[in-house]
């Protein structure tokens, strides 16, 4: 699996109705709600005093729509790419969260991995070709910081791949994935 060689920028997209409602989205287009669409702005006026030089989306609407409304607004040019798009929960798609969890005697979300039906994209491949990605770009761009718009699942799985542990990630709220040496941080940009 490929590690990038250096620190980079991430965001999940604002929020859809299928979030608000608690259900997989994974590769089911879903646009922005209007609370998402001020999310995206909200999460333009903060990143203002960053400095980044490149918005790189994901594919799914909710996420360029939400690096759309911040490449705009910082003047920077957005990058659309396959590398990093949501999951593929497949037959959970549009099924409640909430709901697999109780019929699973899940308790926290990150055990929703272990039942993950059999035709969705397996787990591993998701940080696999995530990291592929940020390390592409990174490469691509070897002096510029990289802000990469992408889905929850997608930025949990490369905090597991890079640091062991998922983070508490929320919709439209920028994180700075930081490495020292061999060590891998997620911290929320303030």
Avoid: Y
Wanted: glycine share 6%.
């Amino acid at each position: 699996m490929a590690t990038p060689s250096r620190s980079f920028l991430c965001l999940r997209h604002g929020v859809t109705d299928w979030n608000r409602q608690g259900r997989f989205q994974g590769r089911t287009d879903v646009p922005l709600n209007d609370e998402g669409i001020s999310q995206a702005h909200a999460a333009a006026d903060r990143l203002r005093k960053l400095s980044f030089d490149h918005v790189v989306a994901s594919p799914l609407v909710r996420a360029r729509q939400t690096a759309e409304i911040i490449a705009a607004a910082a003047g920077k040019p957005l990058e659309v790419d396959d590398g990093i798009i949501e999951c593929d929960f497949g037959s959970l798609e549009g099924a409640s969260i909430a709901e697999t969890m109780k019929a699973h005697g899940l308790r926290t979300v990150e055990d929703l991995v272990s039942v993950l039906p059999g035709d969705r994209e397996p787990w591993p491949s998701i940080s696999a070709r995530a990291l592929s990605c940020v390390s592409r770009w990174l490469d691509r761009h070897p002096r510029a910081m990289v802000l990469f718009v992408c889905h929850d699942a997608v930025m949990q799985a490369m905090s597991e791949a890079l640091r062991g542990r998922w983070f508490n990630n929320s919709h439209g709220t920028p994180f700075r994935f930081e490495r020292t040496g061999d060590v891998w941080s997620v911290d929320e940009v303030s």
